[in-house]
């Protein structure tokens, strides 16, 4: 068991550098009750983040569109380096059942990762959470506070956090997201 630990660490280690490695399987958070996937659509803004390996830049945001009742276009940008950089993907409702809990792929030789609402009030702001097991020994995730605006009062931040870890999600590497200047033409 000991050599198993070992190898899989050294395996995959350099992988989730920059992200927020746990011991353990991933929580089990709430997601929002009566999650709407349409009023959940259109532009929003990271205002905070948990690091993540794939997102560098400034100026972060996604925009969402409904394509079908289950399914959504995902296009993510960033500021890296003075250039403009987009990514899009395809976001799908993995249980009907449990609307808020979203997979979201960017590209098709990737499996769908999960993208979990855990609350959203549509107008202002939403959390989101995704987790991934490796082999239940420990799990890499990722939280992101979102606003539909660049900016979000302090007190939103604070109760988002707060929101997190009511939920055991270690919040305390969360860093506030670069949305300064991003308006300028590049």
């Given at each position: 068991m000991r050599l198993s630990v070992v190898l899989v660490s050294v395996l995959f280690l350099p992988f989730i550098e920059a992200q927020v490695p746990h011991w353990g399987p991933c929580p089990e958070p709430t997601v929002q009750p009566t999650f709407n996937l349409k009023q959940f659509m259109g532009r929003w803004f990271e205002i905070a983040?948990?690091?993540?390996?794939?997102?560098?830049?400034?100026?972060?945001?996604?925009?969402?569109?409904?394509t079908t009742d289950s399914s959504?276009?995902?296009?993510?940008?960033?500021?890296?380096?003075?250039?403009?950089?987009?990514?899009?993907g395809i976001?799908?409702?993995?249980d009907i059942k449990n609307p808020a809990k979203l997979g979201i792929s960017y590209s098709y030789v990737l499996p769908y990762s999960p993208y979990w609402i855990l609350s959203t009030d549509y107008v202002n702001s939403a959390l989101v959470y995704s987790c991934t097991d490796i082999l239940r020994l420990f799990h890499v995730d990722f939280a992101w506070i979102l606003g539909?605006?660049?900016?979000?009062?302090?007190?939103?931040?604070?109760?988002?956090?707060?929101?997190f870890a009511k939920n055991n999600i270690d919040v305390s590497r969360m860093v506030a997201s670069r949305q300064q200047g991003c308006d300028k033409t590049l």
């Open positions: 983040k948990l690091p993540a390996q794939f997102e560098k830049g400034r100026c972060i945001e996604t925009n969402f569109t409904l959504i276009r995902v296009v993510s940008s960033e500021i890296l380096k003075g250039e403009l950089r987009k990514i899009e976001g799908v409702i993995e539909r605006t660049r900016s979000l009062p302090d007190s939103t931040v604070e109760k988002a956090r707060e929101t």
